[in-house]
């Protein structure tokens, strides 16, 4: 199995700055992509960032310029750094990974519990 463990949520202000993280850990034979999507109240989950292991990204179009994210691939980890914080940015944060568990190249997705970014106004 394979287990996710997201951390660096919490509260800013609007114009702040915060960074997420979620490592995978567990049967990975090999990491695809990771990516980050949030879930506002009463919305849908939204993709919000995503790279794969060779460090192509992904971005939805209102957080261009403002988030970044990066991975390491030999920690299995990705980060989101998020900067010009808004309030709409509110959210909780999923970390997603794709990976294959052995060598007969199954793709399989799994998800973090998620954390929470708050913004306030």
């Known amino acids: 199995q394979v287990q996710l463990e997201e951390s660096g949520g919490g509260l800013v202000q609007a114009g702040g700055s915060l960074r997420v993280s979620c490592g995978a850990s567990?049967?990975?034979?090999?990491?695809?992509?990771m990516g980050w999507y949030r879930q506002a109240p009463g919305k849908q989950r939204e993709l919000v960032a995503s790279i794969t292991s060779g460090g192509s990204t992904n971005y939805e179009d209102s957080v261009k310029g403002r988030f970044t994210i990066s991975i390491d691939v030999a920690k299995n980890t990705v980060y989101l750094q998020m900067s010009s914080l808004k309030y709409e940015d509110t959210g909780v944060y999923y970390c997603?990974?794709?990976?294959?568990?052995?060598?007969?190249?199954?793709?399989?997705?799994?998800w973090g519990q998620g954390t929470q970014v708050t913004v306030s106004s």
């Open positions: 997603k990974v794709n990976l294959w568990r052995d060598w007969s190249g199954t793709s399989e997705d799994y």
């Open positions: 567990g049967t990975i034979f090999r990491l695809n992509s």
